[in-house]
């Protein structure tokens, strides 16, 4: 649905995307994390037709971007980071004209209107004027306006942000009810986010992809394989569990009091190995787990590996 | 044409819902309200002809503020993204929103249309001349609409894009002054074409003339031509 | 790379050379389209088409080949009519500076560009001039503009194009028309700056496009042959003959008469009026013509009254006043000769009297029944002689004549103590010349459309044009602010 090719935006001497590849199937969604300044905002803004690229090529939904820029526009709902309103005009009046400009056929508008009001959880709304919502409710218009006509492709930036809990996850629910045949881009920089509603990640940073692929993938990428933890207590811990033909490596952490607590990453389980040189040993053995790696490690590991973490950009707007 | 459409809709709804579109419009109608009462008092003529000249003016001051917020604004809030990444070509777009700008230009042209009418309770003003006077103006309207929205899609800022169309369009008051600071024939005939009340004059004395069409679509056609680009370029630069 | 050129293309620095070239295109179209252009008049009384006869004239000048230049200085300011003479003088010359390339017109605000005025000699408000080549003629004020009527009817018409017409055919045509003056028997010299000179009333006229020159009929004949009057003549002039004119002399004005000549003659108190003036039927009776209202420090300045002829009615609608002094009376024969017509220019009141002596009171001579004739007193006649009958051949054309009971009234010393007398010079000189189509053409009045407003009508038109509007905007704004408060 989405193919991006070999992507460079430049802003004069500043490389905002750089080399940009990635690929989405038709009905996944796919969470597009990075700090901020990372390029994310660029990379929409390119995939909705708004900005051309320096160099590369991008499909979306079968066109190419920047020779039929027209034809995915019609394609794709866009969400901005701050959602596109007019404070002068009343939620209705704004939905219609979006439906006008997006082409939605006259005799359906109406229709379309009413129906992304309901979904977005806007019913009865219609002539409350756009500049006396609440920022909750502004985020659903903004998201009402990106869907109002029925696009293939729907591009979000930073849907949730500057909302609270509730209205989190009111938002992360109607983007799972969206799905089905649907295709969705979502940039983020709050990973509980991703964690909950994507399918494939790819993780961008200063330009770059660093990570992508599935959650597990990204995790696995980011971690260097699966991780296992032990807190033990006995004589040679660390060297005997290093000896151990299952482990790979093993890393000692700051243990509180007699109990030594590991970090190991091995190939296959090493647990019940380890159970059973503990029991050999004489070991007491207070935890021995597998550690499922958060996205949040995972992006902290890769942005960590960056030289440098932020820098200043026009991308970041 | 649907965008178009669409486009000028909005703008209008937009327009008439600000407090500021009204201000405008009573000032400008008090303006030539007052052209026409001095006009007609000082030189007890049954014509518009003062009005029309003064008002011209006027509109060169009060158009760009206007149109000041089209694309300054749209800019600003974000919504030019919307526009941008809608199926909208930016000539649509253009053009709704200078359509939208003339239409309230003829409001207030309609809103002038009293001081025919108490010429003609008093008098017998000579139609003709009137028709071709009030042309000149919709003509008039026509390119400092397109000049107002040059204006406002160079910045964000609303007020420095009403500043800056003033300042676009002044130049074209005064060369026609400036004529006479010059003895170089060429130079003084350029000077001419270029002066806004060359092409007025005709007008309000009851004579269409091509050249005078022409001038008003060139000027028309420049600066949103003009507009296009710099729309353009905002994205690219 | 072809999608790389389309990129370089649509952006950067080729897309502002790209934008400038299409900016300069339509500037280049424009260009072309101010000289290929198509007017259309509107206004009712079409009043923005040039006349067939101006057309035709343009239309000469182009083929021509060398251009006019015409320059119109604003009327001055604040004065009466001023706003409508400028604006009817700007819309003449602005359709007569599109009608061809080969006239160019500009109008300029005489106060503020002094110096172009400096450069052309121009020193009044309200002057136009033509210029083709080296020749030039100026109109003035008084030949642009007319009043007609007084009080509520009074309208002023505008002949600006009628003046620049004939303007034009004067800077067409290829001789000058000559004035010559009479010499050889004490007349006024017209080339003396002295009081009794007239250097001044030839100046003007040579700024009318004539040019004035002397002629001594016994001197300048050819060998062998009486003397005449040359053919170039456009008009000759007596500027008072102090001594009889010979007998030959005197013929050779009665053959140019003949020929349909134009002649204007001054007589003064005591000296021997021409022959010419017995075969006309006019005679210069003794004695001076006096008036009794103390106007001029002198009773021998006779207040005049005008007839009603082309020459003299510019000073009627003008108001103006014309000074001769120390007058002669002429009188007329009644029945006048054959094909002789007469018309008055000048006369005195009821008041003013021919004095032939008698009584005196302080010094200065009164009316006296007993010697005086009453007034009123003609002290300027135009003559036309019809061709056919009596004085002139058939196939010449009317013989025009002017004489004038007085000289002094044009020289130097006077010509600008009546500020009607230069008008009246020019103006004869027009008439006698032929040029005074131009008087007897009806301008067009200057399309100005009168309101007559009353006191209440104005205060009743203040509130409505102030008030009206604003308030009814205002009021839709509020009620459109009020509607969406709240929501």
Not at chain 3, 292 to 301: A, E, G, L
């Given at each position: 649905m989405i193919e991006v090719k070999a992507l460079c935006k430049r802003y004069g001497p500043l490389l905002a995307v750089k080399d940009l590849d990635f690929h989405v199937g038709k009905g996944s969604i796919l969470g597009f994390i990075g700090p901020n300044g990372a390029g994310k905002t660029t990379t929409m803004r390119i995939l909705t037709g708004y900005l051309p690229a320096t160099s590369g090529d991008a499909w979306v939904a079968g066109f190419d971007v920047f020779e039929s820029p027209m034809e995915v526009k019609r394609r794709v709902g866009y969400l901005p980071e701050r959602p596109p309103l007019y404070p002068e005009l009343s939620v209705g009046d704004y939905l219609y004209f979006v439906a006008e400009i997006r082409r939605v056929p006259a005799r359906e508008r109406y229709r379309r209107v009413g129906e992304v009001m309901e979904l977005v959880g806007l019913s009865g709304w219609e002539r409350r004027l756009l500049g006396s919502l609440s920022k909750g409710y502004r985020q659903r218009v903004g998201l009402a306006q990106a869907l109002v006509h029925d696009p293939q492709v729907l591009i979000l930036d930073e849907p949730t942000s500057g909302l609270d809990p509730g209205q989190t996850v009111g938002i992360r629910e109607l983007l799972r009810d969206l799905g089905g045949d649907r295709t969705v881009i979502l940039s983020t920089h709050i990973l509980a986010e991703v964690e909950a509603a994507c399918d494939h990640v790819v993780l961008i940073n200063q330009g770059r992809i660093v990570a992508s692929g599935s959650l597990e993938q990204v995790r696995h990428e980011a971690t260097g394989g699966i991780v296992y933890g032990a807190e033990l207590q006995g004589e040679d811990i660390i060297m005997a569990v290093a000896e151990l033909e299952e482990t790979t490596r093993v890393e000692p952490l700051p243990g509180d009091g007699a109990f030594q607590a590991l970090k190991i990453w091995a190939d296959s389980d090493p647990r019940p190995a380890i159970a059973r040189l503990a029991a050999n040993s004489g070991w007491q053995v207070r935890a021995l787990e597998k550690i499922t790696p958060s996205l949040e490690d995972a992006f902290l590991a890769i942005v960590g590996r960056e030289p440098s973490a932020h820098r200043p950009g026009r991308s970041s707007r | 044409m649907t965008a178009v459409w669409a486009i000028f809709k909005k703008e209008l709804r937009i327009y008439f819902v600000s407090p500021l579109a009204y201000v405008f419009l009573s000032v400008f109608l008090f303006l030539s309200g007052l052209f026409f009462y001095l006009g007609l008092t000082v030189n007890g003529e049954a014509s518009l002809r003062v009005m029309l000249g003064n008002l011209a003016i006027t509109m060169l001051f009060v158009l760009p503020m206007l149109t000041m917020r089209h694309f300054a604004e749209e800019q600003k809030a974000g919504t030019f993204e919307l526009l941008m990444t809608s199926p909208v070509p930016l000539g649509s777009l253009i053009l709704g929103k200078w359509a939208a700008s003339i239409v309230l230009c003829l409001l207030m042209f309609l809103g002038t249309l009293i001081f025919p009418a108490v010429l003609a309770y008093y008098g017998d003003p000579d139609w003709g001349v009137m028709a071709t006077s009030y042309l000149g103006l919709i003509l008039c309207s026509f390119a400092f609409c397109a000049a107002g929205l040059f204006a406002s899609s160079l910045t964000t800022d609303q007020v420095a894009a009403g500043l800056a169309g003033i300042i676009i369009l002044l130049p074209f008051w005064l060369i026609g002054s400036a004529t006479s600071f010059t003895t170089n024939e060429t130079l003084r005939q350029i000077l001419e074409s270029a002066a806004l009340l060359t092409h007025l004059r005709g007008f309000t004395r009851g004579v269409i003339d091509s050249a005078d069409l022409a001038y008003f679509a060139s000027f028309s056609f420049i600066f949103l031509f003009l507009t296009y680009r710099t729309l353009e370029s905002r994205r690219w630069r | 790379m072809n999608r790389s050129l389309k990129r370089k293309l649509s952006y950067g620095t080729n897309a502002s050379l790209v934008t400038v070239f299409v900016v300069a295109l339509v500037v280049l179209l424009f260009g072309v389209s101010e000289r290929h252009r198509f007017r259309w008049d509107f206004s009712a009384e079409g009043s923005n088409r040039l006349q067939r006869d101006t057309l035709n004239k343009i239309r000469l000048i182009q083929l021509a080949g060398e251009p006019v230049r015409i320059t119109g200085f604003t009327a001055q300011s604040g004065k009466q009519d001023s706003y409508y003479k400028n604006r009817a003088l700007r819309d003449l010359l602005e359709e007569m500076d599109l009608a061809s390339g080969s006239i160019s017109c500009r109008f300029i605000d005489f106060d503020r560009e002094r110096l172009t005025a400096e450069a052309l000699g121009v020193t009044q408000y309200a002057t136009v001039v033509v210029q083709r080549g080296e020749g030039r003629v100026d109109l003035r004020d008084r030949d642009l503009f007319r009043r007609r009527g007084r009080g509520e009817n009074r309208t002023l018409e505008f002949l600006g194009e009628a003046a620049i017409n004939q303007a034009l055919s004067r800077l067409m045509s290829d001789q000058k028309r000559v004035i010559y003056s009479l010499v050889g028997h004490g007349e006024f010299k017209i080339d003396s700056t002295d009081p009794d000179g007239l250097a001044e009333v030839v100046a003007l006229l040579e700024q009318e496009h004539y040019e004035v020159k002397e002629l001594d009929l016994v001197r300048d004949r050819a060998e062998g042959s009486p003397p005449a009057v040359p053919d170039d003549a456009s008009a000759l002039l007596l500027a008072r003959p102090r001594t009889m004119l010979s007998l030959p002399e005197s013929d050779a004005l009665v053959e140019y008469v003949s020929r349909g000549g134009a002649v204007m003659v001054l007589v003064d108190v005591g000296l021997p009026p021409p022959r010419l003036l017995a075969r006309l039927g006019i005679s210069v009776p003794d004695g001076t013509v006096m008036d009794?209202?103390?106007?001029?420090?002198?009773?021998?300045?006779p207040v005049l009254l005008y007839g009603r002829h082309s020459i003299t009615r510019d000073l009627t609608d003008m108001d103006l006043v014309t000074v001769l002094s120390h007058v002669a009376p002429l009188k007329w024969a009644d029945p006048a000769p054959d094909g002789i017509m007469y018309e008055g220019l000048l006369k005195t009141s009821r008041r003013g009297w021919i004095e032939m002596g008698g009584a005196t009171e302080n010094g200065l001579p009164v009316f006296d029944s007993r010697y005086d004739t009453r007034g009123p007193v003609t002290v300027a006649l135009a003559i036309r002689a019809l061709p056919g009958k009596g004085l002139v051949m058939a196939n010449s054309p009317a013989a025009r004549l002017v004489i004038m009971g007085d000289a002094d009234w044009s020289t130097n010393a006077v010509i600008n103590e009546g500020p009607g007398n230069k008008t009246f010079a020019v103006n004869t000189f027009r008439w006698l010349v032929g040029d005074e189509e131009r008087l007897s053409v009806v301008g067009r009045p200057t399309s100005v459309r009168k309101l007559a407003l009353t006191e209440e009508d104005t205060h009743m038109i203040r509130w409505v044009a102030l008030g009206l509007g604003p308030v009814c905007v205002l009021m839709i704004g509020a009620a459109v602010w009020a509607s969406r408060r709240g929501r």
């Open positions: - | - | 009794k209202r103390m106007v001029y420090p002198y009773n021998d300045r």
